[in-house]
């Protein structure tokens, strides 16, 4: 029998070699990105979810593009430790490994110009980011890093009580509540909209800029956002824009509709992905509502998880085919990289379109370069 210290060699030196750093491949934009991680707490609001009476807290993830010249490139975790090993623990069913998210790490920068000479500096389009419910605003690192590279400030937003984990900087965690009744994903879409105008708002304020994004030049335009989501991060997205004219623009990525938005409608620009055969009987409903610009566009080979990093992350790690078939119906059958391509590109079309005034033929009819992407209309 092994005395104790070899056992817990041997399960390190087991450990060690799984979680050598692998980086997930950097963004094709133009610009270099830094990341900032903050939390920010809402002292006007409760948290409704929350066993005590106390004020809803968020953690945020902010993208920023910088120029290459500017960049001092470093390596970081995709997903914070804790986090990660929620994840693994999370995904076993699926056959996740151990050390799995811990192993996988962003390609990032801190920013070399001093905020006092940044005369080459510039701001660029906001967008904020919504995930899916029980998911982490982490799972979308790499998507909004990719639209960050294009030039826009990417902020990804976790959801106290919603995403099975928010891990803040003292290490405290909040694990999600069990949100699965009509009435609670309702009160939940509140508080998901809440979240975003309160980020918003303290993105107006030059103090928490000055503290979050160092490398801001002037003030956040704030008033022309667009807002993107997964899953109900898309329902978030669309009831967000209903209630708060400072978002001009949003993108829904599979995600079905909820609440009032669905009768009311929305007249500012929408773009909905749909997963292979997605059939919702709430996008029929809110479409001859959209009274905007608007495309509904399909994703031949995706499934309702292909919308997050998760098929790219399989593949960069290279464990597509030790995952069991239940897998391939969450991630679809389109390859992590290509499926990130083909979001990421039509993602940056729009926002380019809308926030920039750059059109773009691929918003517009069928692309030989983009086979998989359908025109629906339901
Ligand atoms: C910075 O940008 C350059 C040029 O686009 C790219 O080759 C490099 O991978 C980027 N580095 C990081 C850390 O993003
Ligand atoms: C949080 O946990 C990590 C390990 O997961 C540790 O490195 C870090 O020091 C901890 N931070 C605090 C504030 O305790
Ligand atoms: C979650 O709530 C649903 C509906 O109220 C209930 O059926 C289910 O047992 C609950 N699950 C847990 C783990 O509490
Ligand atoms: C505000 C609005 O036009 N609502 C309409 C949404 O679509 C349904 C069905 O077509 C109509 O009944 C609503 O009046």
Redesign the pocket.
């Given at each position: 029998m092994l005395t104790s210290p070899v056992k817990a060699c041997l399960f390190l030196a087991l450990v060690a070699q799984f979680v050598t750093a692998i980086p997930f491949p950097?963004?094709t934009g133009?610009?270099?990105?830094t990341l900032l991680i903050s939390e920010l707490t809402d002292d006007a609001r409760l948290d409704p979810f929350a066993p005590t009476k106390q004020p809803r807290r968020l953690m945020i993830s902010v993208f920023h593009p910088i120029s290459?010249a500017e960049?001092s490139?470093?390596l970081t975790l995709d997903l914070n430790p804790i986090t990660a090993a929620f994840e693994d623990a999370a995904l076993a069913q699926f056959g996740v490994q151990p050390g799995t998210f811990e192993s996988l790490d962003l390609?990032?920068?801190h920013s070399r110009a001093n905020p006092h000479h940044l005369s080459t500096s510039r701001n660029y389009p906001l967008v904020l980011f919504s995930p899916g419910l029980a998911g982490t605003r982490l799972f979308y690192n790499a998507i909004a890093q990719q639209l960050a590279?294009r030039g826009y400030t990417v902020v990804t937003i976790d959801h106290a009580y919603d995403a099975s984990i928010v891990t803040f900087p003292d290490n405290s965690t909040i694990l999600a509540a069990n949100i699965t009744t009509e009435a609670q994903i309702l009160l939940d879409l509140d508080a998901r909209v809440k979240d975003v105008s309160f980020v918003l708002d303290k993105l107006s304020e030059p103090s928490t800029t000055a503290r979050i994004i160092p490398s801001l030049a002037c003030r956040l335009d704030v008033s022309n956002t667009g807002i993107i989501g997964h899953s109900l991060g898309g329902a978030t997205a669309a009831t967000a824009m209903l209630r708060d004219s400072r978002f001009i623009a949003g993108i829904n990525l599979d995600g079905s509709f909820w609440g009032d938005v669905i009768q009311k409608g929305l007249d500012k620009p929408f773009l909905m992905l749909a997963h292979e055969g997605k059939i919702d009987p709430t996008w029929e409903a809110i479409w001859p509502n959209l009274t905007g610009w608007k495309r509904e566009l399909m994703l031949a080979g995706s499934a309702h998880n292909t919308f997050t990093d998760l098929p790219d992350v399989v593949d960069v790690l290279g464990i597509r085919r030790s995952l069991p078939p239940e897998a391939t119906d969450l991630l679809g059958t389109i390859g992590g990289a290509r499926g990130f391509e083909v979001i990421t590109t039509y993602v940056e079309a729009f926002f380019d379109f809308v926030m920039k005034g750059e059109s773009s033929a691929l918003l517009d009819k069928p692309s030989k370069s983009f086979p998989e992407v359908s025109f629906e209309s339901p």
């Open positions: 950097p963004p133009s610009y270099n990105t290459p960049c490139p470093y390609q990032v920068c590279s």
